[in-house]
């Protein structure tokens, strides 16, 4: 299934969140994705 509605506002929203973080600090994906390996 796709998911409820409160899973795609809640991914929507929290996607939003990251991307102004990141703006704000000045890190890509690739500087997160770093901190993962």
């Given at each position: 299934p796709l998911g409820t509605l409160y899973e795609d506002t809640s991914l929507?929203?929290?996607?939003?969140?990251?991307?102004?973080l990141m703006r704000k600090v000045g890190?890509?994906?690739?500087?997160?994705a770093e901190a993962h390996y």
């Amino acid at each position: 299934p796709l998911g409820t509605l409160y899973e795609d506002t809640s991914l929507l929203i929290l996607d939003g969140i990251i991307s102004e973080l990141m703006r704000k600090v000045g890190k890509t994906e690739g500087d997160l994705a770093e901190a993962h390996y």
